[in-house]
């Protein structure tokens, strides 16, 4: 980029959320060093997947997310995060809509390897 064209922004959140209201697709905001920084609104159910080739962090903006494993669960609440080590199966879950950033590598599916409906396209930016 030439630098005279550069311009210096803070990336706001709130910004970003209003910009679009469907579930479970993960809008892309940054990109540092091959990791995406991707915001998403969440409610409901999702799949039991996996990442065998990463960790995946959930960091929680609005709302309580639970993130099931298969002995046992996590809460995540406003201001707060929590990763999922690779390899370790799991599935999210918001009874309410949950506003929330993850942070993992690009190119990453949301749904690991299991596929199906929930499957969001990848590096969608906003």
Same mark, same amino acid.
């Given at each position: ?35 995406? $920084? &991707?915001?998403?609104? !969440? +409610? ?8 065998? %080739?990463?960790? =995946? ?40 809509? $949950? &506003?929330?950033?993850? !942070? +993992? ?8 390897? %299991?596929?199906? =409906? ?9």
């Amino acid at each position: 980029m030439d630098a005279s064209k550069r311009t210096y922004a803070p990336v706001n959140f709130q910004d970003k959320l209003a910009r679009f209201s469907d579930q479970w697709q993960p809008r892309v905001i940054a990109e540092i060093n091959g990791y995406q $920084v &991707k915001i998403v609104r !969440i +409610e409901g159910d999702f799949v039991w997947h996996d990442h065998p %080739e990463t960790d =995946e962090a959930f960091i929680v903006l609005d709302g309580t997310l639970r993130i099931d494993f298969r002995d046992g669960s996590v809460n995540v609440g406003p201001g707060e995060m929590y990763v999922v080590p690779k390899g370790v199966e799991h599935k999210p879950f918001a009874d309410r809509e $949950v &506003k929330m950033l993850l !942070i +993992e590598p690009r190119g990453i599916l949301n749904t690991g390897h %299991e596929g199906g =409906e929930r499957t969001a396209e990848n590096d969608l930016w906003i």
